[in-house]
């Protein structure tokens, strides 16, 4: 480790985001992790992965020391590692956040409350379909229940991890939530070493932005079922001696048993549409960073959606500095709208490394999205991905045969 | 014949009075907000059960129906209909009858024929007051139903409601007026739902609010009670131009759904996308211009007011005054509505953009109105500048340069010849003219040839023209596809898409006929490409009486027998379509989630309005 080089390695998690980025510039080291975690596992369980990152993260006195962690948002995916109580004995300078987990900001409360409480009655609103549904077809799946119960879960807090996150870790470290709206926060030296530079892109505190993070559909969903038992259709709107027990015949004849059957289902794509909102919320909540190191331009965008992208590609100055990457972090595991079209094909230059952290989940086929993949494929050959190992291209990428890939980056002088 | 058994003693009243919930029933007894309102008189079964619109009380999520109400019931009758109260469901199948029937006769007026909502399932379109559990009430054209649902109110933040009361979008004039609207613009225009470009649904919903608004200034004692409030400045207050009040309290968003007002800012057309958002705008411009018009209006009224001064002296308005403003207010309110409603027959039938409505608006308020006395025209015009929406095409935005083009005078015209047209033409004037009556069949003949055969596929089963006309029709579009702008690809057809006879009465007393047939035409073999939306052109013909063809209103399809710069126009229509499909995919949260088979159709899931209104993009 003799020459200034940057050290990207994307863990093996299966579905979920691991990235272990080692930074070796003007003799100092500066170790940094960028998510762990995992809803579907890959080779090995995230406890074995959790392992893997604390023993390379050992300096030479056997203590594993980590500089800055940075949790993008608060996805079980990118976070259910932190649960394990392993990382007590990691020492960390620094941990940093999307500003929606600052515990002092009232506006970030807000938006957190409302996502925890729709993830909670989105999950428990599903478990009791579930039962319902095994309950008279106890040997059937419902793909369709399952496929939603997925994406909920997704959402639901992981309290240990988070916890981890906001008070865990050895050596006292410093939480920091961005942006902080000051701007000139947005750009700011990294800890330990002044080479690497750090910007900001997200999340926007944009209104549109935020208005995302807290769909007002949530909120008219968690209203549906606050305090009222939807089995028995929600509310009764009348009074019992109102209610007709045979069908009357002068209108009942206009309505046939499919439009009956049709206006009794009204609702039933509920869950997914909302399941669907909510998981674009938290991924709106994400950190986009991007590290200037030397003449190396690193984009962690964490699962930022189109909000984040936009603002950030109709900023001239930004779009400058995102013209510029070297390195790409495929945000979202590869799924569609998770990387603009418009950044792929005006923004990207023809010189860089990608890496995408992802793996086939059966309900959900467009994930990754072969098209992405292979338009970015146009551009370079350096495309990694976490689910075959074995096509990663040599030498830019070195395959730990079912832990990880990484690519080592020559820092010029 | 014995006097007491002639038609003078025998026919039944022209009206029928039935009792409403004027703007929420939250505000109780608040004076004007029950009101009596006057429908058509037509024959009514249980239900209540009419010739185009009937109620359904049947309740999806509990599966069971309510009493349905007899309104021809004679004590029902002597009150002028039931009582306003949200307890019992009678009333609110009355409600939502009465406002339907309401809305649905102004487009009957201001469109000058009988719309109607015969399909080949159903015929009529259903009501259902209480359908499911939910706060959202929306149009599925699937089921022909309009479909509202009922909630709790927020125990938190319920606004002026009861916490957790129940809380009914069909007590709601707004939202029976707004829902009433899609259901009509759907079935004079089926392929605005299709949403081939950033415009289309925010149109529905923006005309649909629109509607609903307007037909507030209707409501004689909560206007002159807010024209008294506001010292006639209405834009002041916030009964007029607020939209479901209730709706937004309820909800806990510490407000109405949606308001008229706004800031004028070209820069908002150019980044709201979302339906509502980018439907506002269209609805803050057409208020702007009301509002200017109406001011224009009372100033001679203030003048003689004030003696001059234009200052209106402390306290209360004279009683006199207000009276005589709300006149004017209702007045101008009536005809902007008719403006914006008449407006549709010059629209073209596909990809409308607010553009082409700003277009239609002129075209055919100057047909009618060619000098444009009290500037509704100017100020709709300055409204929709200031809001940066500009036609396409169009050289500037002089009165003059908006119209559509005229046809070249060397095109033939509509073959008129022949007993069909003619029958057609003449009970269709009879029909419009006799709306109140109980339906009647006009003979045996009139209903057996009024529906096409399925023999004839161009013609769309739905419209009502008879084969021979619809083959007529038919005839005469191949034979001029170049001037109409269709293309002549041999494997696209062209769907023949209504053809009907307008009657329009000028201010000067003059009676205006003109004849509207619409054609269409399907490109598929972009349909994958598109989200499962196919690409569509077509072309809306405007004819005076003797089949003369006047305007020419098309969007082309990509075709070679089209001129160089319908071509270009014609490729950018699909470019548009591409780059707002791309759009829409960006911001959809379910689009990674989507089956493949779903993921196909994506387009087609985006053009449900039950979605739509819930706020789920």
């Known amino acids: 480790m003799g020459a200034d080089s940057i050290l990207v390695r994307m863990y093996d998690v299966g579905f979920g985001d691991c990235f272990f980025v080692k930074i070796n510039v003007a003799g100092a080291t500066c170790k940094m992790l960028f998510d762990c975690g995992s809803i579907k596992a890959g080779p090995r369980p995230i406890g074995e992965v959790v392992k893997d990152v604390i023993e390379a993260a050992k300096d030479t006195d056997l203590t594993s020391r980590i500089d800055v962690i940075v949790a993008t948002h608060r996805h079980r995916d990118h976070v259910s590692g932190f649960a394990s109580p392993l990382w007590n004995a990691v020492e960390v300078k620094e941990v940093w956040m999307p500003w929606t987990e600052n515990p002092d900001d009232s506006a970030a409360r807000k938006i957190r409350d409302s996502q925890s409480k729709l993830a909670a009655a989105l999950a428990s609103n599903i478990q009791r379909k579930t039962a319902l549904w095994a309950a008279s077809n106890p040997t059937q799946e419902n793909p369709g229940l399952t496929a939603v119960a997925n994406l909920a879960a997704n959402a639901v807090s992981n309290e240990a991890a988070m916890q981890a996150l906001h008070e865990g870790f050895a050596g006292n470290p410093v939480r920091r939530f961005f942006p902080t709206g000051n701007r000139k926060d947005d750009i700011f030296e990294a800890p330990v070493s002044k080479a690497v530079l750090v910007h900001v892109f997200g999340p926007s505190r944009d209104e549109k932005v935020i208005r995302d993070m807290d769909p007002p559909a949530g909120q008219s969903y968690l209203q549906l079922y606050d305090g009222n038992d939807p089995a028995s259709g929600g509310t009764e709107p009348f009074r019992e001696d109102w209610w007709m027990d045979a069908d009357p015949p002068e209108v009942s004849y206009l309505l046939s048993s499919s439009d009956r059957a049709r206006v009794n289902s009204i609702g039933a794509d509920l869950d997914f549409n909302l399941a669907a909102a909510l998981d674009k919320a938290v991924n709106g909540t994400s950190l986009m960073l991007m590290l200037r190191i030397g003449g190396q331009w690193l984009l962690f965008p964490g699962d930022a959606q189109w909000g984040t992208w936009q603002a950030a590609l109709e900023n001239p100055q930004w779009k400058q500095l995102l013209m510029k990457t070297t390195f790409y972090k495929i945000g979202h595991h590869g799924s569609h709208n998770a990387t603009p079209v418009d950044f792929v094909e005006h923004t990207l230059g023809n010189d860089f490394l990608a890496m995408a952290s992802t793996s086939h989940v059966d309900q959900w086929p467009s994930i990754p999205k072969e098209e992405l993949l292979l338009a970015l494929g146009k551009k370079t050959e350096k495309i990694a991905r976490s689910d075959k190992q074995m096509e990663a291209p040599a030498p830019t990428f070195r395959v730990a045969k079912d832990q990880y890939i990484e690519a080592e980056i020559p820092l010029v002088p | ?617």
Not at chain 2, 117 to 128: G, N
Not at chain 2, 217 to 224: H, K, V
């Open chain 2, 1 to 617: 014949m014995k006097r007491a058994l002639s038609e003078y003693v025998t026919a039944p009243p022209a009206r029928r009075p039935l009792k409403i919930f004027s703007t929420d029933p939250m505000l109780g007894r608040t004076a004007g907000n029950r009101i009596t309102i006057d429908v058509a008189n037509e024959g009514l079964n249980k239900g209540p059960a009419g010739r185009r619109v009937v109620v359904i009380d049947y309740d999806g999520g509990h599966s069971r129906f309510y009493p349905p109400v007899d309104l021809n019931d004679p004590a029902i009758l002597m009150q002028g209909g039931l009582d306003p109260t949200e307890s019992d469901p009678r009333f609110h199948q009355q409600m939502v009858y009465a406002v339907a029937m309401r809305t649905l006769e102004n487009f009957d007026r201001a469109l000058g024929r009988v719309i109607d909502f015969r399909k080949k399932e159903y015929q009529q379109l259903r009501l259902m007051p209480h359908a499911f559990y939910g706060a959202n009430a929306f149009y599925d054209r699937d089921l022909h139903a309009i479909l509202f649902g009922y909630f709790r109110a927020d125990r938190n933040d319920p606004g002026q409601n009861l916490p957790g009361q129940n809380v009914f979008t069909c007590l709601s004039h707004d939202i029976i007026a707004h829902e009433m609207t899609h259901a009509v613009v759907d079935r004079l225009k089926r392929y605005f739902m299709e949403p081939t470009n950033e415009d289309v649904l925010a149109f529905h919903e923006g005309f649909s609010d629109i509607v609903a608004l307007f037909q507030h200034f209707s409501f004689q004692e909560i206007l002159r009670q807010q024209i008294q409030k506001s010292r006639s400045d209405l834009r002041s207050n916030t009964l007029l131009v607020e939209l479901a009040r209730q709706f937004g309290y309820a909800t806990g968003a510490g407000k109405a759904l949606r308001s008229a007002l706004d800031k004028p800012e070209a820069k908002l057309y150019k980044t709201a996308y979302e339906p509502h958002e980018r439907g506002s705008i269209l609805v803050a411009a057409v208020f702007d211009a009301y509002f200017a018009t109406y001011q224009r209006r009372i100033r001679d009224l203030i003048r003689i007011a004030t003696g001059g001064t234009g200052e209106l002296p402390k306290g209360d308005l004279h009683p006199d005054l207000v009276n005589r403003i709300a006149a004017e207010a209702s007045a101008t309110a009536q005809q902007i509505l008719t403006m914006c409603m008449r407006a549709f027959d010059y629209l073209p039938p596909v990809d409308i953009t607010f553009g082409d409505y700003l277009r239609a608006l002129v075209t055919a308020d100057y047909e009618l109105v060619p000098n444009d006395e009290y500037g509704e025209r100017g100020a709709m015009i300055e409204a929709f500048r200031l809001r940066g929406i500009y036609p396409e095409n169009v050289a500037s935005l002089a009165e003059e340069s908006l119209l559509w083009e005229n046809a070249d005078p060397g095109i033939s015209g509509i073959p008129l010849a022949g007993q069909d047209m003619l029958q057609e033409l003449f009970f269709a004037a009879a029909d419009f003219g006799n709306v109140s009556t109980p339906w009647v069949n006009w003979g045996q003949q009139s209903s057996a040839t009024s529906r096409p055969t399925s023999s004839f596929p161009e013609a769309d089963a739905d419209m009502e023209i008879t084969s021979t006309m619809a083959q007529i029709l038919h005839g005469y579009a191949q034979q001029n596809r170049q001037y109409f702008h269709l293309s002549d690809d041999p494997g696209i057809k062209i769907e023949v898409h209504g053809f009907h006879p307008v009657f329009r009465v000028a201010p000067n007393g003059q009676l205006l006929i003109e004849l509207v047939v619409q054609f269409a035409q399907t490109n598929r073999s972009f349909t994958t490409e598109l989200g499962g939306l196919p690409l569509r052109g077509g072309t809306t013909l405007i004819a005076s009486a003797d089949g003369q063809i006047r305007y020419i209103i098309s969007k082309p399809l990509p075709s070679a027998n089209l001129s160089p710069a319908k071509k270009r126009e014609a490729e950018a229509r699909l470019d548009r379509q591409r780059t707002y499909l791309r759009l829409t995919d960006m911001a959809d949260p379910k689009l990674s989630y989507y089956s493949p088979q779903d993921l196909l159709n994506r387009m087609r899931f985006r053009m449900n309005l039950a979605s739509l209104h819930q706020g789920i993009s």
